[in-house]
């Protein structure tokens, strides 16, 4: 079963790596053909767009250095593993787009009070659609990718791409619209759109930017586990009675894709060790099927009936099998 989990540990890791690795390709191209066509044709929102893309080719290459390291098994320096790696890529990450963000603004501003012409829009265009069309494609790959192999920096990476999608297509319309009101409305100044859209682009970053903050760092505060799993967590151990009595005092906590479950669990206390040991692993295998690269400690302690507060809650028995116990273990009513 080990070789089986490690074989499967490596493709996923070869995945998150090919993937990251096709995300600075895109990136790097991408942002390369609009800074010369937003200098070329001296569109600020263009230019801010090349910012843009270079801030997503530095959260891919922080995706792809954090991918490959988060996939290192455990060491004697990193009994846990490496899995926050991932965390501090995202936060990296989504600070990155905050300051890019701001100077997107800061242009775009100085743009407004001393506007200057825009020329050849049409490639401006071209290059938008392009950019639409090769980020929207990269990052549904990375969005798929993430989700599967629960990589919180591939699917941070995905969301500087799809917010570079919308963007892009901000920045289009909005080239379109000076292009299209230079012919039908040539009195009218309309300058103003080029440096307008680009503030639009920014506020949509920042947005952007502070869901990533939040997903990113909540993870560093070693945040429980969403309810959704925890609670599939409890109906597992729940549907293990009569064999278990209860359970209580559960922790859990995540680390890039790497899971960590806590809780101690009430048994028959004329159980054997070795049918505990049987049990806990029962429920160890069942956990990790769900719930892959998850590491899970279960605490076994047997059950006297008496059912104190901190166990009362997650009680299996029935109060005639609880009173059962209590007098098998010569307690009274």
């Known amino acids: 079963m080990s070789g089986y989990l490690q074989h499967q540990n490596d493709a996923t890791q070869k995945k998150k790596i090919s993937v990251a690795r096709l995300s600075i390709i895109s990136n ?5 053909s609009k800074l010369i066509a ?3 044709i001296g ?3 263009i230019i801010s767009e090349a910012i843009h893309s270079g801030v997503d080719l530095l959260a891919a290459l922080i995706a792809f250095v954090a991918v490959r390291t988060s996939g290192k098994p455990a060491d004697t320096e990193h009994p846990f593993g490496h899995g926050k ?8 990450e989504a600070l990155l787009i905050f300051l890019a963000a701001g100077w997107i603004i800061y242009e775009a501003v100085k743009k407004l009070i001393h506007p200057t012409p825009i020329q050849g829009i049409g490639w401006g ?3 938008m659609l392009f950019s639409s069309v090769i980020n929207w ?3 549904h790959r990375l969005f798929v990718i993430g989700n599967e192999t ?5 699917q941070a990476d995905g969301w500087h791409l799809r917010t570079d999608v919308y963007t892009s297509a901000g920045v289009l319309l909005s080239l379109l619209a000076v292009w299209m009101g230079g012919h039908f409305f040539p009195s009218r100044n309309l300058l103003w759109i080029d440096p307008a859209a680009a503030i639009i682009v920014a506020l949509i970053i920042l947005h952007t930017a502070y869901r990533l903050t939040l997903k990113s760092a909540r993870d560093l505060l070693d945040e429980k586990l969403p309810e959704e799993e925890e609670s599939y967590i409890s109906e597992l151990i729940a549907s293990m009675y009569p064999r278990v009595h209860g359970f209580h005092k559960m922790r859990s906590r995540k680390a890039g894709s790497d899971r960590f479950i806590e809780f101690h669990m009430k048994v028959e206390p004329t159980m054997t060790v070795e049918a505990s040991h049987d049990l806990s692993h029962d429920i160890k295998d069942r956990i990790v099927e769900e719930f892959p690269r998850s590491s899970i400690t279960i605490h076994v302690e047997p059950c006297d009936g ?3 507060q901190d166990c009362r809650e997650s009680c299996l028995l029935t109060n005639q099998e609880r009173e059962a116990v209590r007098h098998k273990m010569g307690y009274k009513k």
Do not use: H
């Open 137 to 139: 494609i990269v990052s």
């Open 85 to 92: 790696v991932e965390n501090i890529s995202g936060t990296i």
């Open 125 to 127: 265009i071209g290059v």
């Open 28 to 32: 790097t191209t991408l942002m390369i």
């Open 150 to 154: 629960d990589s919180i920096a591939l």
């Open 306 to 308: 008496r059912c104190e």
């Open 38 to 40: 937003g200098i070329f």
């Open 43 to 45: 569109s600020v929102a």
